[in-house]
């Protein structure tokens, strides 16, 4: 977070603003809250953040509700923090316990109007300031900028760990499906009718090479599509997600777990950081999606080294877990 400072044309727009709505007396909370949203978004912009207004967010009452703006990671669409306006009519901490009353996040939360700021982070409150001074707002937007959730923190430390693994990982894999080739009959067999059934639905003139790439991303990819949906027969409910099952058992008959360990491992760390983070977040209707494309985006090549076997494998991935 850069620092932020008194004399910033953003800060002192601000308070210009306030001053020109007071001027032609405007009070309402729809008629001022725009000089705020337009400060937040000025600083989510410099910390790689946008700013959504009017948000739907499901509550884990399984209600709707709609903050009046969600900063949300430009890397990975996550939620960081939460913003709700008030104004000088309301009593600002009662109509704070009204918002959690009806399940808004308490994760980092700022409540404002024209003179008063309320954070919350973690479920509880850090600052109560007078933001008609400068110092403090600049104390409130550093405070709520500067948050961090631990999860989503582990969760981008896995990012770039396992960014850096994959290429190891892959080969790891390749060599494991050569060696099978040549020494495993039942592997031949799965492999052969995988091949077949590939050509037949996504491309006759399939290759066996972009064949043993799909069996490459699987491998990386299973246990953390498994975790996403919550359902791991998803993985066997149409026919080349069948096949594909059928080869990999094949392929890793003779190993004490599947998959291989240095794959397994992976995987299971990486659906870890996303189980770990997903329970600390309100649902929002864009997660399930937003954040497995960004998982598959590491484990394939970047789009235009990318093969087309790969981008029809992930159309037919993604075709099987709609059928969930």
């Known amino acids: 977070m850069r620092t ?6 953003p800060i002192k727009t601000f308070y210009a603003e306030l001053k020109q709505y007071e ?11 725009l000089a705020f949203a337009t400060l937040l978004q000025h600083y989510a912009r410099q910390n790689n953040l946008t700013l959504i207004c009017e948000k ?15 900063l949300t990671d430009n890397n990975f669409g996550l939620p960081r ?13 009662t109509a704070v316990r009204q918002k959690f009353d009806v399940g808004y996040p308490q994760d980092n939360i700022l ?12 479920r509880q409150g850090v600052l109560d300031v007078d933001i008609t001074e400068p110092d403090a707002l600049i104390r409130a937007l550093h405070t709520f900028f ?8 582990d969760w981008e430390r896995a990012v770039v760990e396992f960014k850096d693994k994959v290429p190891a990982l892959g080969k790891r894999a390749a060599a494991l499906i050569k060696n099978e080739e040549d020494t495993n009959a039942r592997f031949q067999e799965a492999f052969t009718d995988f091949h077949r059934h590939c050509q037949e639905a996504i491309n006759p003139n ?19 599509f498994s975790t996403v949906f919550d359902n791991r027969d998803f993985t066997r409910r149409n026919i080349i997600a069948r096949e594909i099952e059928n080869v990999i058992d094949a392929l890793t008959e003779h190993a004490c777990d599947r998959p291989p360990t240095e794959v397994g491992g992976f995987r299971k760390s990486y659906a870890k950081a996303f189980v770990d983070f997903r329970s600390g977040l309100v649902a ?21 080294e990318a093969t087309p076997s790969l981008r029809m494998f992930s159309a037919a991935f993604w075709s099987r877990s709609r059928c969930v």
């Open 111 to 122: 409540f404002t109007t024209q003179e008063r700021a309320i954070l919350y982070q973690d």
């Open 146 to 153: 500067g948050y961090e959730q631990p999860d989503i923190a």
């Open 4 to 9: 932020i400072k008194p004399t910033h044309k």
């Open 206 to 224: 399939l290759a066996k090479a972009a064949v043993e790439e799909m069996l490459i991303q699987h491998l990386l990819t299973e246990e953390i």
């Open 56 to 70: 739907p967010l499901r509550t884990l009452q399984g209600t709707t509700i709609y903050v009046d703006g969600m």
């Open 284 to 304: 929002s209707t864009e997660q399930p999606t937003i954040l497995p494309s960004k998982m598959i985006g590491l484990t394939t090549p970047k789009p235009k």
């Open 81 to 93: 923090g939460y913003w709700e306006a008030k104004d000088l009519h309301d009593n600002l901490a």
């Open 23 to 33: 001027k032609l007396g405007a009070t309402n909370e729809t008629e001022v809250r």
